[in-house]
């Protein structure tokens, strides 16, 4: 079939919106139907999911769990950036560091921060520092990972040219080093925070009595109101995505859209 | 100026030994060379080999063997030679990025200890930062100036390169051509005495290459610069240099000197400018029946 010759940007875009669009559509009316077809009455339909929603936000219950979710993660991710980014830099850029280094982090990294839940209610108890905990330990390692990627990784080139131009070791690191690593820092700063926005739903599911992995427990263990729980997953799933996108802005900047294949 | 006993006792060495015991006559013709360097060379090498280790014992690779040259102050020379004998490697020594086995290089009389931002290096890959716009690209060499001067300078060599009206583009959304430009002016911003060029255009179209070498004259004339400039291309040597220095194939020394003593701007297709490029295809051993623009 013979493509039109001209596309106008404005369909483009109309067109790149309304694809995603229509597969949600899709998927909401499968939903429906599978749950109409399959006679449950436990398992809620898109609209009972909705109205669950409207009921938590009426009471306040949403926006309290949404922000105690945010709360803990935006805590645990700080402290992960604040020591991930430092660290890796500084790994990346010694090579007896790295060589000293890697092996424990590489020994760390697979352990599931799932894994370190009884160790996190044993030394933190039930507050809010053991989910705090856990998503500083779930995100700290992929942050620290691609920062000494970033740096180990570095065209030699810009670092040449900076020694010719005859700069001081602290400007050497600000002015050249980090500027080259900031945009593979920043993908693993992406990376890190959808892994934390996951653990976070899980550790609240054991340690604490708020947030939105708390409401999918206390809903189904109060009532089996698996509306509710539905309408935490679909807020989970929003918000990873909101999340995402506004980290994905990062990557627009002109100081690091070098370093991103063009698209 | 320096005195000959001055010299030596700043240069000891087993290579200088070496060539003492040799024959009293190298001595003294070397004690000479570096007296007159001091006044008038830009670039004086002396000696210089170099062997980079191979991965096992045995397998090291000589690229430089005992390589001796000289650039006046203000020349503009070209190191030309075929691929992979070691032109880089010379221009990295003399730039003070690697150290010689053996041999010395001085630069303003001075022994050279790694780089230095009075000797500006245009890299082969394109050194520009990719994370700052061409203006501060342009003034990254002057930092310690006052903001007025930094302006002033930072327009002067974007006007000069011709590069105005693109202050805040990014490289990326540069040509490869217009990138060498911002190095370029980069390298000029920073007011170096010496600008080192490993094969800044080779990236280039045919056309802008052209373009970019008749440029390079021009901002050569005007800015009075010592340059030291790379290429594998014989056509490119003899557009741009004053002298061109013939490197041998691994490991390399200067197999022979080749004065281009024509007046700028050149003719590309006067019988002189041929003979000069037909005399450097003769001395690196290639028929010219191949073709009358081949490049090594
Ligand atoms: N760091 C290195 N280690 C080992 N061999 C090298 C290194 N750098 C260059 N070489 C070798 O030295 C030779 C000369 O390289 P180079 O100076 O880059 O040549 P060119 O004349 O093309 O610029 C090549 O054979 C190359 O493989
Ligand atoms: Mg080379």
Redesign the interface.
């Known amino acids: 079939m013979p493509r039109p010759a001209l596309r106008t940007a404005h369909a483009t875009t109309l067109l790149s919106f309304a694809l995603p669009v229509g597969v949600g559509v899709m998927f909401l009316l499968g939903w429906h139907a599978a749950v109409r077809i399959s006679g449950s009455d436990l398992f809620p339909t898109p609209v009972e999911v909705g109205r669950g929603l409207l009921e938590l936000a009426r009471q306040g219950l949403l926006l309290k769990y949404v922000v105690a979710s945010l709360f803990r993660v935006s805590w645990g991710f700080a402290l992960a950036v604040a020591v991930g980014v430092p660290a890796g830099l500084l790994l990346g850029w010694y090579s007896r560091g790295f060589q000293a280094f890697n092996p424990m982090i590489q020994i760390f990294r697979p352990i599931s921060p799932i894994a370190w839940i009884p160790v996190a209610i044993l030394w933190f108890g039930v507050t809010d520092a053991a989910p705090i905990f856990l998503i500083f330990l779930a995100s700290v390692f992929p942050i620290t990972v691609s920062s000494i990627a970033a740096v180990q990784n570095m065209?030699p080139?810009?670092l040449?040219?900076a020694?010719?131009?005859?700069l001081s070791r602290g400007?050497l690191f600000r002015q050249?080093i980090l500027?080259?690593s900031?945009p593979q820092i920043i993908t693993g700063i992406r990376i890190a925070l959808g892994v934390a926005w996951l653990v976070v739903v899980a550790a609240e599911m054991i340690a604490v009595n708020s947030g939105l992995g708390y409401l999918i427990i206390d809903a189904r263990n109060a009532g089996k109101r698996y509306d509710l729980v539905v309408a935490g997953m679909v807020m989970i799933g929003v918000i990873g995505l909101v999340l995402d996108l506004l980290v994905r802005q990062l990557e627009k900047f002109?100081?690091?859209?070098?370093?991103y294949a063009r698209r | 100026m320096m005195e000959p006993g001055n010299v030596q006792r700043s240069t000891p060495n087993v290579q200088r030994s070496n060539a003492e015991g040799a024959s009293s006559l190298d001595v003294g013709r070397w004690t000479l060379d570096v007296e007159r360097s001091s006044e008038r060379a830009a670039i004086f090498i002396r000696d210089v080999s170099l062997t980079f280790p191979g991965k096992r014992l045995g397998d090291e690779i000589a690229v430089l063997d005992h390589v001796s040259a000289r650039v006046a102050k203000g020349e503009f020379v070209c190191l030309v030679g075929p691929s992979g004998c070691g032109k880089s490697t010379l221009l990295n020594i003399v730039g003070g990025f690697l150290t010689a086995s053996s041999g010395e290089v001085l630069v303003e009389g001075q022994p050279v200890h790694g780089p230095d931002p009075r000797r500006i290096f245009v890299f082969q890959e394109n050194g520009v930062f990719p994370w700052l716009n061409v203006r501060d690209n342009v003034g990254f060499g002057l930092r310690g100036k006052s903001k007025e001067e930094r302006e002033k300078t930072i327009a002067h060599y974007i006007a000069m390169v011709g590069l105005t009206g693109f202050e805040d583009a990014y490289p990326r959304e540069l040509s490869g051509g217009m990138r060498q430009r911002v190095e370029i002016a980069r390298a000029l911003a920073a007011n170096p005495d010496i600008i080192y060029m490993d094969e800044p255009f080779g990236a280039l179209d045919f056309i802008t290459r052209l373009k970019m070498r008749a440029d390079l004259v021009r901002i050569w004339q005007a800015e009075k610069k010592t340059i030291l400039f790379v290429t594998h291309d014989i056509e490119e040597a003899v557009q741009l240099a004053d002298r061109v220095l013939i490197m041998s194939k691994r490991p390399a020394t200067i197999q022979q000197v080749v004065e281009i003593d024509l007046a700028r701007p050149r003719d590309l297709d006067s019988p002189r400018y041929l003979e000069k490029r037909d005399e450097i295809f003769r001395i690196m051993g290639m028929s010219l029946r191949v073709g009358e623009t081949l490049s090594v």
């Open positions: 065209q080139v810009y040449r040219a020694q010719n131009f005859g400007e050249v500027r080259a900031l002109d100081e690091v859209r070098w370093g």
